[in-house]
């Protein structure tokens, strides 16, 4: 497994803690770690580390879930998916779901998951292209997601993406997040990720850097991943923090939503 891959336990943990304590619910992932103990040695356990990658987590259901309210026909497709449960977090069903990721962590999750015939597990890196045949299409929209991914990938290979989606699918929504330059180079002295040796390769701070209007990549929105909510539901010293947190340092750290080719009318 790469230590990119490796990182993968990190929210995963995070999740379990935050669904044992109530900030939402993921029993999912409390049952891996509980019978998996041994795979999270490495992880970070920091409560507040938990909590935010808990934040940034209801903020892709909450979009995938509204997305495909709107869509019901939509496929979507779920870019280093690791453990998570997002596929079953997310009540709404879509037409198609596929969760990809690199071959050997698929091999791990299909110890916790069954695929069915609108649920594929697909092993491949995000950037083999070949995995764009793999997927089932006839004009329907496309929802890609992309959880703490795109740090890991280059400008140039989520350029390239971008616009293979409007070329392959042609109308897609894609939601993904990234660190500022300032927050990638604090990185490098304190991040969860330095305990697996995975790098930081790509930071953003311009949010329409993948426009492209003549070939149909526009950005939508920006959202924080820290929201008044989800404040809402903490107590003590951690809704203080993160009150704190959201004032001082919101832009440090974001999601990004595009959409590509006829998603631009979305």
């Given at each position: 497994?790469?230590?990119?891959?490796?990182?993968?336990?990190?929210?995963?943990?995070?999740?379990?803690?935050?669904?044992?304590?109530?900030?939402?619910?993921?029993?999912?992932?409390?049952?891996?770690?509980?019978?998996?103990e041994?795979?999270f040695?490495?992880?970070?356990?920091?409560?507040?580390?938990?909590?935010?990658?808990?934040?940034?987590?209801?903020?892709?259901?909450?979009?995938?879930?509204?997305?495909?309210?709107?869509?019901?026909?939509?496929?979507?497709?779920?870019f280093?998916?690791?453990?998570?449960?997002?596929?079953?977090?997310?009540?709404?069903?879509?037409?198609?779901?596929?969760?990809?990721?690199?071959?050997?962590?698929?091999?791990?999750?299909?110890?916790?998951?069954?695929?069915?015939?609108?649920?594929?597990?697909?092993?491949?890196?995000?950037?083999?292209f070949?995995?764009?045949?793999?997927?089932?299409?006839?004009?329907?929209?496309?929802?890609?997601?992309?959880?703490?991914?795109?740090?890991?990938?280059?400008?140039?290979?989520i350029?390239?993406l971008?616009?293979?989606?409007?070329?392959?699918?042609?109308?897609?929504?894609?939601?993904f997040?990234?660190?500022?330059?300032?927050?990638?180079?604090?990185?490098?002295?304190?991040?969860?990720?330095?305990?697996?040796?995975?790098?930081i390769?790509?930071?953003?701070?311009?949010?329409?850097?993948?426009?492209?209007?003549?070939?149909?990549?526009?950005?939508?929105?920006?959202?924080?991943?820290?929201?008044?909510?989800?404040?809402?539901?903490?107590?003590?010293?951690?809704?203080?923090?993160?009150?704190?947190?959201?004032?001082?340092?919101?832009?440090?750290?974001?999601?990004?939503i595009?959409?590509?080719g006829?998603?631009?009318?979305?």
């Amino acid at each position: 497994m790469t230590n990119e891959s490796k990182t993968l336990f990190i929210p995963l943990y995070g999740k379990a803690l935050m669904s044992k304590e109530g900030l939402w619910q993921d029993k999912t992932a409390e049952k891996i770690v509980a019978e998996k103990e041994d795979l999270f040695t490495k992880a970070d356990k920091s409560k507040r580390l938990a909590v935010y990658m808990t934040m940034r987590a209801m903020q892709y259901d909450s979009y995938a879930e509204n997305f495909i309210k709107d869509n019901p026909d939509a496929i979507v497709i779920h870019f280093g998916c690791g453990l998570d449960s997002r596929i079953s977090r997310v009540t709404a069903k879509a037409n198609h779901w596929y969760d990809l990721d690199f071959p050997d962590v698929i091999a791990l999750r299909k110890s916790f998951y069954s695929e069915t015939d609108s649920y594929t597990m697909i092993g491949s890196s995000v950037t083999d292209f070949l995995w764009f045949d793999q997927i089932q299409h006839n004009n329907e929209p496309v929802l890609i997601i992309a959880e703490g991914l795109t740090m890991y990938l280059t400008e140039d290979d989520i350029r390239t993406l971008t616009e293979l989606f409007a070329k392959k699918f042609g109308d897609v929504t894609f939601v993904f997040d990234a660190y500022s330059s300032f927050a990638a180079k604090a990185s490098k002295i304190k991040n969860p990720i330095n305990s697996v040796n995975a790098k930081i390769s790509f930071s953003m701070d311009d949010e329409k850097l993948f426009e492209n209007k003549e070939k149909g990549i526009l950005h939508k929105e920006t959202r924080y991943i820290i929201l008044d909510e989800y404040i809402s539901k903490l107590r003590g010293v951690y809704k203080t923090r993160f009150m704190f947190m959201k004032k001082f340092g919101s832009k440090m750290y974001r999601i990004y939503i595009y959409t590509c080719g006829k998603g631009t009318d979305r």
